[in-house]
C-alpha cells in the first residue's frame, strides 16, 4: 500500500486570519417572493414552475420567505446572530421587466430601501449580479441560446453598477454558469427546461462566460474606489482516494479537464484552443474579442461547494479514475449531495496551484434535508452543525498549507425556494415556517455564531 500523508502538525483551534470575512448566501428568486409586485417582470422560473410536474409539489416562487416586505426583520435577525456579510443577488426582471427596455424605477428603489436597512444593520453587501431569474421575455427571444441575452445582459450590469456602485464594493458576475446553461438548456432540470443540442448548450455557456466578461467590465467602468469583482462557479470538484502523489496527480488531471469550459475560459491563456478543439463541429459561434472580454483579470474567484468525485490513479494508461460511490455512501437528503469536506480543501488548493487565483471566496457551502421540524421552539440540526463543522475545518486546513482562502458563506441564510425541489428541502440555519411566516434560528444557527465570534472552528 501507498502511503497516506497526513499534516501532523496542523491544529484546529488556531483562529481564521483577522481578514478572513464570514458571511451567509441566499439568492433573489428563492426568497423575495412579491413575484409580480410593482412591476416586476416574469423570470423563467416563475414561468417554469407553474409548468406541471417541473417543482416538487407544484411550488411556486410567488411568496418564498417574503423577504421583500419582511427584509429588514431579517437583518435585524442576522445581525443578532453576528452576521457582518450578506451576499444577496439583484432580480435582473425588477429592474428590466422585458430583460432590456424600460427600467422599472420601483425595482431600484426596493434595492435602495434593501441596502439601507443592511447599512443600518451593519451587514456589508455581496451582490450577484444574475443568480439564474433570467427575464421570461428574453426567453422568448432565445434565452441564453441568443446573443440578444447578451447585449441586454452589459445594460443592466452597467445599470446596476452605476446605481449601486457607492454602496456595493464586492461584486459577483454569474452564479454557477453550468447550472443555468447545462442543465437548463441541456437536461432540461431547471428553467426554462429544454433539451437542446450540444452545440446549442455550448453556445449558452459561450454566451454566460460574455456575460461574465460584461460584469467584469461594468465594475471597472463604474464600480468606483475600492470595487472588487469575481465568477462564482460550481467547479466539479476531485478529492484525491488517498493523498500520495500519484493520486492527487490523477486528482489534478481530473479538475482540470472537468473544468475547461469555464475555469479554464475566465482564466485565459490556452483555454480557446484546446475547448475549441475538444468541442469540435459543436464549437459555438464566437466573435472577434469574444475570449479577450471573457478572460478580463478578476479580484477574486468564487466557489459553490458541496460536494465532490473521488478520483485515484488511472490504470492502464489512463490519466485518472473516478471512483463510482456505493450506494451506502452518506450524503444529505438531495441526492447529489454526498459527504465529502475534504471537496473545500481540494477544490480551493488546486484552484490556487493550477490557476493561480490568489484570492478565493467559498461563495456557497451547506446542506439540504427535508424534515426539520420546530420542537418546543427549537429545531435540533445537529447533522448541519456537524456539516458545517468538518467543512469549516477544511478551509481552515487549505489556510494552514497557505492556500488564499479569504471568505467564507454559508448557504443559506434561511429555508427557501430550492428550485425544482421546491420548499421541502431546507438548506437553512434559520427555519423558515411557510404558512405563518415565523423565523425560527436552528441549532446550526447558534454554532456559526460561535464560530464567527470567536472566529474558531468549534
Ligand atoms: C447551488 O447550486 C445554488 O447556487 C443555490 O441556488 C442552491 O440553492 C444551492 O446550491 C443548493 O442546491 O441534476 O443531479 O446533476 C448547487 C450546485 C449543481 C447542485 C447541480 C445540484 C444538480 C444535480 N448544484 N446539481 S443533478
Known sequence: LSPIMIDT???????????????????????EGAAFADGKGESIWDRFARQPGKVAHGDTLDVACDHYHRFDEDFALMAAMGVKHYRLSIAWPRLYPEGDGDLN???????????????????????????WDLPQSLEDRGGWTSRVTVDAFARYADTVVREFGQRVKNWITLNEIRCFTMLAYGYGTKAPG???????????????????GHGVRAVRAHGGEGARVGLTDNCDVSVPVTESPADIAAAQAWFLDKNLHVLGAIHGRGYAPAYLQRVGADAPKVEPG????ISLPTDFLGLNIYTATYVRAGREGQPYEALNLPPNYPRADSAWLHLVPQAIY????????????????????????NEEPVVNGEVIDLHRRDYLRNHLREVH???????????YFLWSFIDNFEWEDGYQRRFGIVHCDFDTQARTPKLSARYYTDVMRTRTVL
Open 194 to 212: 429544454r433539451r437542446e443540442s450540444a452545440a446549442v448548450v455550448n453556445q449558452t455557456f459561450h454566451h454566460a462566460l460574455l456575460c461574465h
Open 105 to 131: 424605477p420601483a425595482g431600484l428603489a426596493f434595492y435602495h430601501r434593501l441596502f439601507d436597512s443592511m447599512e443600518r444593520h451593519g451587514i456589508t453587501p455581496w451582490v450577484t449580479l444574475f443568480h
Open 9 to 31: 502538525t496542523f491544529t484546529y483551534s488556531s483562529p481564521f486570519p483577522d481578514t478572513f470575512v464570514f458571511g451567509v448566501a441566499a439568492a433573489s428568486a428563492q426568497i
Open 290 to 293: 469574444d475570449f479577450d472580454l
Open 346 to 369: 481540494w477544490a480551493t488548493r488546486m484552484c490556487h496551484e493550477l490557476y493561480g487565483h490568489g484570492s478565493i471566496y467559498i461563495t456557497e457551502n451547506g446542506c439540504g434535508y
Open 397 to 407: 486546513r487549505a489556510i494552514a498549507d497557505g492556500v488564499p482562502v479569504d471568505g
